[in-house]
């Protein structure tokens, strides 16, 4: 059993490296717009532009939707690995660029392919995973997304403002490499083998991975009974049970963008720069990496001990209290109150608060939820259709953020993540099953019931 469940986790663990070079993607902006916004530092002809920025921010946002449509077919026609394999590809791209560009059309489109590259591994990996892993560790396994993407956001944070833009890209794009060879040699997902009439593929794959054939002849078995009809794509989205998973995991996923993470990590420096604490930017910003990942560790060892619903409720909470205080601090500012001592170190601690509670919740067990929400059928486009239902939501708040708190001003802005927060929180205290430690058939059983 426990040599069963070590090849469980080297499998998930290697295809996961390739979140490192995600996570390095999705905060860049937060070093890389201080660097271009630099008159010194800058690799362009005069320093960026606020309106610049925002598109350089926002249009990844926008190019996942074409991500999720890609990979809602690409996912159930390649395979989960090959489509993994693909996001590395794109990523590549988007690193050169970042790393040769000289005009902010290259920017624009190098973040455009980081879109591309995100909206694809976030609809493979989940699918991967959660196919790989037994039912007993699914959760601890889903989770290693969040940790290795907190990993490639805390060097990128933490390294990030303290070298050159040249080098800051090489770096990126040495890792993106590095980190998607490994996925090379490893097996797909059994359950795509299966559904491609692979079945003694699929068998070996399980056997390794169950280490017994008694155990793999079982999820065969639930294999046959769960693929004894190929509903085609209208007859999926037709089915009932297929629409309530989508209706949970999309009000979800829409929630979690306005909440409003994505804003506050993508413009870290930019909010602690407003502060007078004699913490530099730069220090902060991977301290705050460092946390990010510390929280994502904590729920790799809960989330199988107790549950996700628990652990949900308790940072949705959490993040609720971060929000206020980011909000309250702002507000004193705003009106010119005397803001000192302890108090000047209220966005700092917010801020710690609002990375711990989000990382080591929502960003942590919101794709492992998702994936265990839908059955073997329909788990590929139910992931991606769920992604896409976000993208909106996402384009939105990262392109209007700097906009929104320029004409209302920062507090109500955070107040309102915070709102959306209590929203969630209600939403999974009572019409979220719990998913800890069902096979995927009693999953449905209840969302049915």
Partial sequence: MKHMYIRQYLVVFAINLNCISFGMGTSWASPGLVKLTDE??????????????????????????????????????????QSVILSSVVRMAAALLFLFSRDVWMLIMGRALIGL????????????????????????LGVMLQI??????????SVGPFISYFSLNFMFTLLTLATSIPTIFLPDSPNFLYSKGREEESKKVLIFLRGS?????????????????KPGLLAIFRDKMFQKSLGKSGFM??????????????????????????????????????INLLASLSTLMTTDRFGRKPILICTLL????GMVGLGVF??????????????????????????????????????????????????????????????MP????????????????????????????????TFVAFRLPETKGKSFAEIQQELGN
Avoid: H
């Fill in 40 to 81: 010194t530092e800058t690799v362009l002809d005069k320093p960026l532009e606020q309106d610049e920025g925002s598109w350089i921010v926002s249009v990844s946002f926008l190019t996942g939707a074409l991500g999720y449509v890609v990979s809602s077919a690409l996912v159930d026609f390649i395979g989960r690995k």
């Fill in 117 to 140: 590259s995100e909206g694809i591994i976030l609809s493979a990996i989940p699918v991967y995973a959660s196919e790989i892993a037994s039912k007993e560790i699914r959760g601890a």
């Fill in 148 to 157: 290795f993407t907190s990993i490639g956001s805390m060097i990128m944070l």
């Fill in 213 to 229: 054939e008694l155990n793999a002849n079982v999820e065969i078995k639930e294999y046959t009974v769960n693929r004894s009809e």
């Fill in 253 to 290: 996923i829409i929630i979690l963008f306005l909440i409003g993470f994505n804003c506050v990590i993508l413009n870290l420096q930019t909010i602690l720069d407003t502060t007078q604490t004699n913490i530099r930017s730069e220090v902060a910003s991977g301290i705050i990496g460092a």
């Fill in 318 to 321: 959490g993040l609720i209290v």
């Fill in 330 to 391: 702002f507000k004193l500012t705003e009106m010119g109150a005397e803001v000192s001592g302890v108090l000047n170190y209220l966005p700092l601690i917010s801020l710690v608060i609002v990375v711990f509670c989000y990382s080591g919740g929502l960003g942590s067990l919101i794709w492992v939820v998702i994936a265990e929400l839908f059955d073997d059928r329909s788990r590929g486009i139910g992931m991606a259709t769920t992604l896409l239902l976000g993208t």
């Fill in 394 to 425: 996402s384009f939105l708040m990262m392109r209007y953020f700097a906009p929104l708190t320029n004409m209302f001003g920062p507090a109500p802005v955070f107040w309102a993540f915070a709102v959306s927060s209590a929203v969630l929180a």
